[in-house]
């Protein structure tokens, strides 16, 4: 009687440990599912930017493309930034895009929120930036956008 008891117990405590053990198992895979769904979450939101910047006929080209892309390293290490990319009119022989022309320019941003947009917009990086370029540019547009779902 005494070995039954004992066989008794031993199962009990496999139901129990082995019942623990699938239980912590569902609870991490719970929280792995939860984890991989903010990770997607994180990774499609966010505010993107596009800005178009038009340079004056006599601006130079070359002077104001490398001033911009001298900052974009600075900026791509900014808390926030998800993407920072100067972008000017592809050179393809494709006659279907509109053409802007080799004096405009653009630049597609991605931001984590609107406060690291913010940030961005007043470190002291781009305001000692922002009036090296400044006197290129004819005009320019500046737009906060989401993604659309």
Same mark, same amino acid.
């Given at each position: 009687?005494?070995?039954?008891?004992?066989?008794?117990?031993?199962?009990?405590?496999?139901? %129990?440990?082995?019942?623990?053990?699938?239980?912590?198992?569902?609870?991490?895979?719970?929280?792995?599912?939860?984890?991989?769904?903010?990770?997607?979450?994180?990774?499609?939101?966010?505010?993107?930017?596009?800005?178009?910047?038009?340079?004056?006929?006599?601006?130079?080209?070359?002077?104001?493309?490398?001033?911009?892309?001298?900052?974009?390293?600075?900026?791509?290490?900014?808390?926030?930034?998800?993407m920072?990319?100067?972008?000017?009119?592809?050179?393809?022989?494709?006659? =279907?895009?509109?053409?802007?022309?080799?004096?405009?320019?653009?630049?597609?941003? =991605?931001?984590?929120?609107?406060?690291?947009?913010?940030?961005?917009?007043?470190?002291?990086?781009?305001?000692a930036?922002?009036?090296? %370029?400044?006197?290129?540019?004819?005009?320019?547009?500046?737009?906060?956008?989401?993604?659309v779902?």
């Amino acid at each position: 009687m005494k070995r039954n008891i004992l066989q008794i117990f031993r199962s009990i405590v496999t139901i %129990v440990v082995v019942g623990t053990m699938a239980s912590m198992i569902f609870s991490l895979r719970s929280e792995l599912e939860k984890a991989k769904s903010a990770a997607a979450k994180t990774e499609k939101d966010g505010v993107y930017v596009l800005c178009r910047f038009d340079l004056k006929d006599d601006a130079d080209i070359a002077a104001y493309t490398s001033k911009t892309l001298g900052v974009i390293p600075t900026v791509r290490a900014e808390n926030g930034c998800q993407m920072y990319t100067l972008l000017k009119d592809a050179n393809t022989d494709w006659d =279907k895009p509109m053409r802007f022309g080799e004096r405009t320019f653009w630049m597609m941003e =991605k931001w984590d929120s609107i406060d690291a947009l913010k940030a961005h917009l007043s470190a002291p990086h781009m305001k000692a930036f922002g009036p090296t %370029v400044a006197p290129m540019r004819k005009a320019g547009t500046f737009h906060v956008l989401e993604e659309v779902r």
